[in-house]
C-alpha cells in the first residue's frame, strides 16, 4: 500500500474510482425502488390523461387535434402531460443529481430524501426563467443530444414526413440546422445549470449564468474527465455487444437436436433476456456514472479540485446491497427466460404484412402516376396509395403536395386550375428524369380495378365531406368499391364517410395520439413509423381494426415492421420490402427471440 493510500484511509478520504465503485449497488437499489415509484405514479396520470383525452368518444390524435384542442379536454390534458412530464424530471434527473451530490460528500443516500427534495427544487422551474429549461429537457435534448434526458421523451422524433419537407427546402433545411446548432449551443453552455439550482439553491436564471461562466473558465480542465469517462463507456459498451455477439454466434451453430428442442429454446431464451437486462442496467449505470461525473466536475469548479473524497459510511451494507443486485439481477433474467421459452410459438409467425406502394409506385415509377400503379401491381403489391385533390371545375386529380410546382415546374394549386389546365402538365421524376401525365381519381380506378387495392387519400384543403361524396358517386359508377380504401389525416371527413357509406373501407392517417386509437371511427389505423408499437398494434386489433405503418423506407423500419403484428406497411421501396420480408421469414428461433424480448426492459 502506498503513503498516499495509507493517509487517505486514515484520513477517511477515497479515491473518486472506488467511490464510484462503491456506490454501484446503491445506484442500483436507487434506480430499482424510484423506477417502481415512477412506474405506479406515470401509469395513473397516464390513465387520467387517456381518459379524459376519450372523454369526447374518441380519442385525441392528430387527425382530430383541433376537435380536442378547442374543448376542456384540451387545457386539461395539457396541464396533466406538463405533470407527467415534471415527475418523470424530478425522478430521472433532479434526484438522481442530489443523489450523486450525497455520495460525493459522504452522505447517507435515500430515495425518499432525494425524491422529496426533488419536488421542492421543480417549484425553482415553474416561472418565466425556468420552463424554457424544462421544456429543453423534453424537447431539445433528445434532438440535439446535449443534456439530461428523461425515458419519456427520449424517442421524441421530428416525423419522417416533416424532415422530407424539411430536406427538400434549403431554406428550411437552413432553419433546421440553425435551430439544431443554436439547442447544441445552448445546451453546452446551460450544462451546469440543473446542478447549480439543485445543489447552491440558484434561480434557474442565475444557474444558466453560473453554467456559462463555468465553461468559459474551465473547459479545458473538464475535457480529460469526460474524454476518459466517454471512452471507458464506450469500450464498456463494445465488449458488451462482443460477448453478446459470441454467444449468438454459438447458439446459432448448433441446433435444437444437440440440447433438445426445450433445453436450447431455453439457452437462447436466457441469452437474449438476460442480454437485455445486462444492457439495460449498462446503460442505467452509464447515465448516473455520467451524473456523477457532471455533479463531481460542478463541485471541482465551484469549490475548488478535489483528488480524494469522503469515505461513505459503513452502515451503508454495501455487501449485502450488492448481493441483493446479484440475486435480483439472476432471478430475473432466470424467471422471465424461463416464462419467454414457454411463450415462444406465438410469437414465431411468418410475416403477412401487406405491402403498399407508396404514392402509386414508390420509386419505381413517377410518383402518382399510372405507370406507377402499372408497376405496384407488377411487383404484387397488395395496394398502391394515392392522393387526389379537386380542381377549380370540380374534378378530381391526383397531386401530393399543395402545388405542382416540385414534379412540373408549376407554382400553382390545383384547386385554382381546371382540369384542361392540369392535362397540359408534365411530372418529371426528380429522380430518372422519366415523364409522365397528371392523372385522374377515374383513371387511377380504371387502372387498378380487379387488380389491387386503392388506398385513396383525400388531401389538402379540398379534402371534405363534397369530395368524399363526390368520389363515392364514382366510385360506385366503377363498380370498384371493394378494390378503393378512403383514407385521410381529416377525421372528420373519414368519420363523416363511414357513417354515411359503411359499407366502404376507410383509413386515418395519424402521426400521434392519447387514448385508444381503436374507437376512431374507421377500418384501419394507418400510424406514421415512429409512433408504432407493439402495444398500439395490439390495442388497434383489440377493436378488431387494422393496423398500418406508413411511411417506411429503411432496411431497419421494414424489419421492425415486418416483425411486428402490423397488417400493412406503405413504403416507397417495394423491391426492398420483399427483401426483408423474405429475411424476416427465414429467421432462426434465436432471431425471432431476439426480435420479440430484446427491449423487453426497456
Known amino acids: 500500500m502506498s503513503i498516499n493510500q495509507e493517509q487517505a484511509e486514515s484520513s477517511g478520504r477515497i ?24 412506474s405506479v405514479l406515470s401509469w395513473a396520470l397516464n390513465q387520467l390523461i ?29 396541464l396533466l402531460g406538463f405533470a407527467l412530464v415534471s415527475v418523470f424530471i424530478i425522478f430521472e434527473i433532479f434526484a438522481s443529481i442530489h443523489m450523486c451530490a450525497d455520495i460525493l460528500n459522504g452522505k447517507r443516500v435515500s430515495l425518499f430524501g432525494s425524491i422529496r427534495r426533488g419536488f421542492r427544487s421543480m417549484r425553482k422551474f415553474l416561472c418565466p426563467g425556468g420552463l424554457p429549461v424544462l421544456i429543453y429537457i423534453f424537447l431539445a435534448v433528445p434532438l440535439c443530444g446535449i443534456g439530461f434526458s428523461i425515458s419519456l421523451s427520449r424517442d421524441f422524433y421530428i416525423p419522417r414526413f416533416i424532415m422530407s419537407v424539411i430536406e427538400s427546402s434549403p ?14 449551443a445552448a445546451g453546452i453552455r446551460g450544462i451546469f445549470s440543473i446542478h447549480a439550482v439543485l445543489i447552491d439553491g440558484m ?7 453560473a453554467s456559462s461562466r463555468i465553461m468559459r473558465g474551465h473547459w479545458k480542465k473538464l475535457l480529460r474527465p469526460m474524454f476518459l469517462t466517454a471512452l471507458l463507456l464506450a469500450l464498456l459498451n463494445t465488449g458488451f455487444k462482443a460477448a453478446l455477439t459470441f454467444l449468438y454466434s454459438g447458439l446459432e451453430a448448433h441446433s435444437p437436436a444437440d440440447y433438445g428442442p426445450a433445453v436450447y429454446r431455453f439457452l437462447c431464451a436466457l441469452v437474449v433476456i438476460g442480454g437485455s437486462l445486462l444492457g439495460s442496467m449498462l446503460a442505467i449505470f452509464s447515465g448516473y456514472c455520467l451524473k456523477l461525473l457532471f455533479t ?8 475548488g479540485a478535489e483528488s480524494l473524497w469522503p469515505e461513505r459510511i459503513k452502515h451503508q451494507h454495501y455487501r449485502v446491497k450488492l448481493a441483493f443486485m446479484l440475486f435480483t439481477f439472476a432471478a430475473s433474467a432466470l424467471f422471465t427466460a424461463a416464462v419467454g421459452a414457454g411463450l415462444t410459438s406465438p410469437f414465431t409467425r411468418n410475416s403477412s404484412v401487406k405491402i403498399v406502394a407508396h404514392r402509386a409506385g414508390g420509386v419505381m415509377a413517377p410518383e402518382n402516376s399510372l405507370e406507377g400503379l402499372e408497376r405496384a401491381i407488377e411487383h404484387g403489391c397488395y395496394g398502391s396509395e394515392t392522393d387526389t385533390q379537386r380542381t377549380a371545375d370540380g374534378e378530381y386529380i391526383i397531386n401530393h403536395d ?39 381519381a ?14 385513396l387519400e383525400l388531401k389538402g384543403a379540398t379534402a371534405d365531406r363534397r369530395m368524399a361524396d363526390d368520389l363515392v358517386k364514382i366510385i360506385r359508377e366503377k363498380n370498384c368499391a371493394e378494390d378503393v380504401v378512403l383514407i385521410s389525416l381529416k377525421y372528420s371527413v373519414m368519420d363523416y364517410v363511414k357513417t354515411r357509406y359503411p359499407e ?32 398500439r398494434i395490439s390495442q388497434i386489433h383489440a377493436g378488431g381494426k387494422q393496423a398500418f405503418v406508413w411511411t417506411v423506407n429503411t432496411e431497419a423500419g421494414l424489419y421492425r415492421a415486418m416483425r411486428s403484428e402490423c397488417d400493412g406497411i406503405i413504403t416507397d421501396q417495394v423491391e426492398l420490402a420483399r427483401r426483408v420480408q423474405e429475411k424476416v421469414e427465414a429467421r432462426s428461433e434465436l432471431q425471432r427471440l431476439r426480435d420479440q424480448f430484446w427491449n423487453i426492459w426497456d
Open 171 to 184: 431554406l428550411y433545411y437552413l432553419a433546421y440546422t440553425l435551430l439544431m446548432l443554436a439547442m447544441l
Open 15 to 38: 479515491s473518486y474510482a472506488r467511490l464510484v465503485w462503491e456506490a454501484v449497488p446503491e445506484i442500483y437499489i436507487f434506480q430499482l425502488l424510484s423506477w417502481f415509484l415512477l
Open 203 to 209: 434561480t434557474p436564471s442565475e444557474g444558466r449564468r
Open 402 to 440: 399543395d402545388s405542382f410546382k416540385r414534379l412540373t415546374g408549376v407554382d400553382r394549386k390545383p384547386a385554382e386550375m381546371t382540369l384542361a389546365e392540369v392535362r397540359k402538365l408534365t411530372i418529371t421524376d426528380p429522380a430518372t428524369g422519366r415523364t409522365a401525365s397528371v392523372p385522374t
Open 50 to 78: 387517456s381518459g379524459i383525452a376519450e372523454s369526447g368518444g374518441v380519442a385525441a390524435t392528430t387527425a382530430n387535434i383541433s376537435d380536442f384542442l378547442f374543448t376542456w379536454r384540451g387545457p386539461a390534458v395539457i
Open 442 to 455: 377515374w383513371e387511377m380506378l380504371d387502372t387498378i380495378k380487379g387488380r389491387e387495392k386503392l388506398f
Open 504 to 535: 366502404f373501407q376507410t383509413g386515418i392517417l395519424i402521426f400521434g395520439g392519447i387514448g385508444n386509437v381503436a374507437r376512431l371511427n374507421c377500418d384501419i389505423i394507418i400510424m406514421e413509423e415512429e409512433m408504432t408499437s407493439d402495444r
Open 296 to 303: 463531481r466536475c460542478y463541485i471541482e469548479c465551484t469549490r
